[in-house]
Structure formats: C-alpha cells, structure tokens
C-alpha cells in the first residue's frame, strides 16, 4: 500500500487539534517498565525520519468533533447564496442592486475540529514529543505553534505541561547532558507537576530522544 494511503501526524495536526479524553489512561512510555518498547519505537522513528522513509505505527483510530458543524454550516451557506441568488434577480427587475455574496464569520472553524483518539494514544504522544525535539533544535516557532494544538484531558497538570513544552524555546545542543533538567528548571514549570504519571514519562521519553539524536551525525527536520 502507498505511502499516500496514511495519514502522518503531521498532517493530522495541521487541520485539527488532537486532544487525548480523560478516558484514556496517562502515558505510559516513560515507565520502567516499558523501557524496551520505549527505547525500540523512539530509535525506530528516528531512523526513518533521517532517511524520509514511511514508518507504519499500525492502526491509530478516534473521532472527530466539530466536523458535522463544518459540514452543516458549508451546506447552510450553499442554501442561503441560493437564496440569494433568486432574490438578486427579483431585485434587478426592480432596478436594486443585491449582492449574493456570503461571507463565513467563523475563520478559524478548522482549529475548532478536534481529533479525539480512542486507540493509538501512546504512539501519537510518542510522535508528538520527537517533533517537538527537532521543532526545538530547528528553533521552529511555526512548527511549535502547530504543536501547541495537542493536549491531554487527563489532568489539568498534563494539559498546562503540553501547552508549557509548545509555547517556550529551550536552548540546548548535544553538550546537553539531561534534556528534562533544563525543563524542569525553566520559571514556568510547576514542581507540583513532578506529581503527575504523564508529564515524569514525557520528561523520560524526551531525555531518551535526545540521548538518540545525540548519537546521530543527523540534519534536524521534520516530516
């Protein structure tokens, strides 16, 4: 099957935002006891994005909210430039000039469709936080704010954490030794966080990103 087939996370965050339930369990990846599965995925992810191979992570599936309000209103605004595509020729006969022109006041409709993942939240996490390393080493702000669009509903603590990571630039190279430190000790990180299962197994995927990319003589670019 082609590549074109998949959807990337890239090009699933750059038309909605992705928001992981409070159904969903924290993310796990962190955890010692998933420091093998942890240690494979981010290598192999690695990997294929220095060479811009396709990596398949499997079936990741939810919904989308918001889309049935973009579809009902496209269809609305279709009916009513009927409208008033009938009204403008009453009018002409009348020697008034109607225009027929609709214009949508909502421009910013697609950043309300969220993507709410019901399997596949540990990968996406996953594929999350390897963008936003090479977002930071490529000082990305565009890439960064589109990263800002994912969050986690678990925990308010998680969701601030998400939201912390997309909106700083942290200053780091290879000479860094423990990425998570330099986080953890920026002003607008909150040591009650430490607290919270998903923001200590981000802090331990993003050290063993870092650890991975240090070892690879490697251009930083995302997909």
């Avoid at 998949?6 to 010692?32: A, C, V």
């Avoid at 002003?187 to 070892?215: A, C, G, Q, Y």
């Amino acid at each position: 099957m082609s590549s074109e087939k998949y959807n990337s996370f890239w090009s699933i965050i750059k038309d909605n935002r992705i928001e992981i339930p409070t159904i969903q369990r924290d993310y796990t990846y962190g955890r010692k006891s998933a420091t093998k599965i942890r240690e494979k995925l981010v290598v192999d992810i690695i990997d294929n994005l220095l060479v811009k191979k396709t990596h398949n992570l499997d079936f990741i599936y939810g919904k989308l909210l918001g889309k049935e309000n973009l579809i009902s209103q496209e269809r609305n605004k279709s009916n009513i430039q009927s409208l008033l595509k009938t009204i403008k020729l009453y009018a002409s006969d009348l020697n008034l000039e109607i225009s027929d022109e609709v214009i949508t006041q909502d421009v910013e409709v697609l950043s309300k469709i969220n993507f709410i993942p019901l399997d596949g939240q540990q990968r996406l996490t996953t594929l999350y936080l390897v963008h936003w390393y090479i977002a930071q080493r490529n000082k990305d702000k565009h890439s960064l704010n589109s990263l800002n669009k994912f969050t986690y509903s678990t925990r308010i603590s998680s969701k601030e954490f998400c939201k912390m990571l997309s909106g700083e630039l942290f200053k780091f190279n290879d000479e860094t030794s423990i990425l998570s430190d330099l986080i953890c000790n920026n002003e607008h990180f909150f040591s009650s966080w430490k607290k919270d299962p998903t923001v200590n197994s981000m802090l331990v995927v993003i050290d063993e990103i870092h650890k991975v990319f240090r070892t690879k003589n490697a251009n930083y670019t995302h997909c």
